[in-house]
């Protein structure tokens, strides 16, 4: 299960809807405890895709690595991930799932014509072979 205040998932849908039609991307931070994320900080990252900005999305591992950095002296660490649909729904496609890892949320936003549709949060099989929706709980 992962925590998500309002306020955070808000600010994620914000996010989508002003950069529609493109993809956004960013990660999700906080805590993780008996099998509960706790999501403390949402930090938008610029898509580094170049060819494909409408359905890929890639946050590079330089940003991530400097992320962690930060966060290092912190108890908090990269919880999970978002990223936006435009136009499509918030199911992970084929793309996600070669680019997912265990363990981590992967929150997925559909915005339709600029307007947020749905919002639903996954995470992949140990197998790796597809994803299962996980429990979001918004506070
Ligand atoms: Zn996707």
């Not at 400097?66 to 084929?94: M, Y």
Request: charged fraction near 25%; proline fraction near 5%; aromatic fraction near 8%.
């Amino acid at each position: 299960m992962i925590q998500l205040k309002t306020s955070d998932l808000d600010q994620i849908k914000q996010i989508a809807e002003e950069i529609y039609p493109h993809e956004c991307c960013g990660v999700m931070v906080g805590l993780a405890e008996n099998g509960i994320k706790r999501v403390t900080e949402v930090i938008p990252a610029e898509n580094q895709r170049t060819d494909s900005l409408a359905n890929r999305y890639l946050i590079t591992a330089d940003f991530l690595h400097g992320l962690e950095k930060e966060l290092r002296e912190s108890e908090q660490s990269v919880i999970g991930f978002f990223h936006s649909h435009p136009d499509v729904p918030a199911r992970p496609s084929s793309y996600d799932l070669e680019h997912a890892w265990p363990w981590y949320s992967y929150l997925i936003v559909s915005v339709c014509k600029g307007q947020t549709e749905e919002v639903q949060n996954w995470k992949l099989k140990n197998d790796r072979s597809s994803f299962d929706p996980e429990e979001l709980k918004i506070s």
